[in-house]
């Protein structure tokens, strides 16, 4: 079935260290989109991908790394820069491709983050 | 002021009973509206388009005012199924990403 992967779903991390969030999709989608949740607040954009080799910071791209080397990848990094990482981290695709947002993003089941 | 605005709740109602959102908008511009709905501790799912005449899908309508700038989420006959977070989106046609409001939390009881 098509969808979104993504994983670990559960990860914990000291501080100082960098964590990769994987987010895979076999939707042949275009775009891809790294958002933050925090309790009670919104999702919160932090890097998004209109096309393979090509990715453009969001709101909150401090702290955060990404790429894009292949359709279907498209991996989060959290550096030790980010101050606040614990959160709960969401990957979506759409079929973008230069249109327009249709509005419908189809997300993953998310990461949760935490840092000790 | 934020860009995409909702009343985070909760609203508790009982079953069958009728709950409207509403949720404001602050860029003039903006081109596309949906309303989306998560679970507990799930990921977001696309509930609607709303569209500038107003839409219905079964027991969930929703309406647009472009003059007063904001969208509405109406769920007649509320089920125990629909407890939720409400997600109220918002795409501007400079953008080419959403943004996403905090959400209304639902709860239907028994």
């Known amino acids: 079935d098509g969808g979104i992967t993504q994983s670990p779903k559960y990860l914990f991390r000291k501080e100082g260290q960098n964590v990769t969030l994987s987010c895979e999709q076999n939707?042949?989608?275009?775009?891809m989109y790294w958002y933050r949740q925090d309790p009670g607040q919104g999702l919160r954009l932090i890097y998004y991908?209109?096309?393979?080799?090509?990715?453009q910071k969001g709101d909150i791209a401090e702290g955060y790394s990404v790429s894009r080397e292949k359709k279907e990848s498209f991996p989060l990094t959290v550096t030790s820069a980010q101050k606040n990482p614990t959160a709960f981290y969401l990957c979506?695709?759409?079929?973008?491709?230069?249109?327009?947002?249709?509005?419908?993003?189809?997300f993953g089941e998310g990461s949760r983050l935490t840092v000790l | 002021r934020k860009e995409v605005e909702q009343d985070p709740g909760p609203f508790n109602v009982p079953e069958g009973a009728t709950v409207a959102f509403n949720c404001t908008y602050s860029?003039?511009?903006?081109?596309?509206f949906f309303w989306y709905r998560q679970d507990c501790r799930k990921e977001p799912k696309l509930l609607m388009s709303?569209?500038?005449s107003g839409n219905e899908d079964g027991r969930f309508t929703a309406q647009l005012n472009r003059a007063s700038q904001y969208i509405s989420l109406l769920i007649r006959d509320s089920k125990l199924s629909d407890s939720a977070t409400y997600l109220c989106?918002?795409?501007?046609?400079?953008?080419?990403?959403?943004?996403f409001g905090s959400g209304t939390q639902l709860t239907v009881l028994p």
């Open positions: 989106v918002v795409n501007w046609s400079s953008a080419r990403q959403l943004t």
């Open positions: 709303v569209y500038s």
């Open positions: 991908s209109q096309i393979v080799n090509d990715f």
């Open positions: 860029n003039s511009a903006s081109q596309s």
């Open positions: 939707l042949n989608h275009d775009a």
């Open positions: 979506a695709s759409s079929m973008g491709g230069g249109r327009p947002a249709t509005g419908e993003l189809f």
